[in-house]
């Protein structure tokens, strides 16, 4: 990699909530090289020549400086009646214009971003597959901060979200498909100890013919699906 070009790059968005224009830092792709990849997504990625970890993670929320509405690029552009003035009432009158969230982020401030956009989407009644993916998103920061309590409190947030954009079909309408969604709710649920969860949305899948995009996730939904059978079996024994 160059070490001359900045990992990251301002990029222009406008505001959902007010139209204000702002800049908000980003990480440029070639910079996001995955070392490794968890069983839930979670990637570790390559520090950079500089031996700093550029992640993604930390700019996957914009957080406007003019009123404090914060979003993902999945937002719903789209505000159901009363939603925007419940959003200024709630969080914009007691915002104090801070604009370092456009700038370069350390992961306390990545979390509170989060934190913002949870709060935001949840008055803004987003669609669970949005607040699913704030959720997960914000456990994984919990993860590398070894911070095991609330990265456990805000994966059981993403599966409900997840487990309700199953079932209410919201996530169609993303790029999350049903075979990565049915995968990804299996394998939070194996986490949690929730094996007949787990297997029943693993076996929602795992003899699905293979299309080539979710190939991955069938594979991964066999191989949990195979495991946890052999350790139900050794239990019986």
């Given at each position: 990699m160059n070490s001359d070009i900045d990992p990251l790059?301002?990029?222009?968005?406008?505001?959902l909530l007010c139209d204000h224009k702002f800049h908000t830092k980003k990480v440029r792709s070639r910079f996001?090289?995955?070392?490794?990849?968890?069983?839930d997504f979670f990637t570790e990625y390559i520090h950079d020549t500089n031996g700093k970890n550029i992640n993604p993670l930390?700019?996957?929320?914009?957080?406007?400086?003019?009123?404090?509405?914060?979003?993902?690029?999945?937002?719903?552009?789209?505000?159901?009646s009363g939603t925007k003035e419940a959003i200024m009432e709630k969080i914009t009158t007691h915002w104090k214009g801070q604009d370092y969230f456009c700038d370069v982020r350390n992961k306390k401030v990545a979390i509170d971003s989060y934190k913002l956009a949870i709060l935001a989407g949840s008055i803004k009644k987003e669609r669970p597959i949005v607040m699913a993916?704030?959720?997960?998103?914000?456990?994984?920061?919990?993860?590398?901060?070894e911070m095991t309590e609330e990265e456990t409190r805000f994966k059981g947030y993403a599966l409900e979200q997840y487990e309700k954009s199953y079932f209410q079909g919201?996530?169609?309408?993303?790029?999350m498909s049903a075979i990565r969604l049915s995968y990804l709710i299996g394998e939070l649920h194996r986490q949690f100890g929730n094996f007949q969860k787990a297997s029943q949305f693993?076996?929602?899948?795992?003899?699905i013919k293979q299309p080539m995009k979710d190939r991955l996730f069938i594979e991964?939904?066999?191989?949990?699906w195979y495991d946890m059978a052999k350790v139900n079996r050794a239990k019986k024994v």
């Open positions: 790059y301002d990029k222009t968005t406008k505001c996001s090289l995955a070392r490794s990849m968890e069983t930390l700019y996957y929320v914009n957080v406007c400086p003019s009123c404090g509405y914060s979003y993902s690029d999945e937002a719903n552009t789209y505000f159901l993916g704030l959720h997960m998103r914000l456990s994984w920061i919990y993860r590398t901060l919201d996530f169609q309408n993303s790029s693993f076996s929602k899948i795992i003899h991964l939904a066999r191989d949990q």
